[in-house]
């Protein structure tokens, strides 16, 4: 009685592999599984062997420290980096900063890239302050601070780019945010290299010497 019920099972298990593996194969296929309003890399074009492109990037309107608008039409026809900060910032931001100035100080004299680094703190990032803060980096003229409504500015990151930002209050500085840089090509399409799987990244860790040095190569492919 036992083999019979075992074969049974085995059976019922067959038949429901037979219809359901096809559909799911479908649904993956499709993208069914991860389509959502924001995002995401169902549906990345791949451009080249090491750099594809993800997705155009979200829309948003900022002002720099020195009060001119950044935004998608201002960055037309440039290559540019987004990432998301503060100048209070305790912990990551430093290294980050560090980092992005690498970045800048690489490509200082190309008047066709820019920087993006959008405050998550507004009421204490005021223009002085982002103003002040660019000239202790360092900053060249490619590098805009920005600033907008705190509501937006978290609309623009978590939503738009799908990197977190918010406000919280248990940890050191108040905020927490993405430390990654989003790298956006002259065509306004957010573009990434693979993984070691041939996996996209997305976007590139701003904490790691490593994917620093790759994005500069990126950069510089973009460029050429």
């Not at 000239?135 to 937006?152: Q, T």
Request: proline share 3%.
């Amino acid at each position: 009685m036992k083999n019979k019920s075992y074969i049974g099972i085995a059976f019922v298990i067959l038949i429901f592999g037979i219809w359901a593996v096809p559909k799911i194969v479908d649904r993956y296929q499709n993208s069914d599984i991860v389509k959502n309003d924001r995002l995401n890399v169902a549906n990345i074009d791949r451009e080249t062997a090491s750099i594809l492109k993800i997705g155009p990037a979200p829309k948003f309107s900022f002002k720099n420290q020195n009060e001119q608008i950044i935004d998608n039409k201002s960055l037309e026809g440039k290559i540019y980096l987004v990432e998301f900060f503060f100048t209070k910032c305790p912990t990551i931001c430093p290294v980050m900063n560090k980092n992005m100035r690498l970045i800048d100080s690489t490509f200082a004299n190309r008047k066709d890239f820019q920087i993006v680094s959008v405050s998550i703190d507004p009421e204490n990032d005021t223009f002085d302050v982002l103003k002040k803060h660019a000239e202790k980096l360092g900053a060249s003229e490619n590098w805009n601070f920005v600033r907008a409504d705190k509501a937006y500015t978290f609309e623009v990151a978590t939503r738009g780019f799908n990197l977190y930002a918010g406000q919280n209050n248990k940890v050191a500085g108040g905020f927490e945010h993405s430390g990654l840089f989003a790298l956006v090509d002259k065509n306004g399409n957010i573009k990434s290299r693979t993984d070691d799987f041939g996996n996209p990244i997305v976007y590139y860790d701003g904490l790691s010497a490593k994917a620093v040095t790759e994005l500069i190569t990126d950069i510089k492919t973009l460029l050429n």
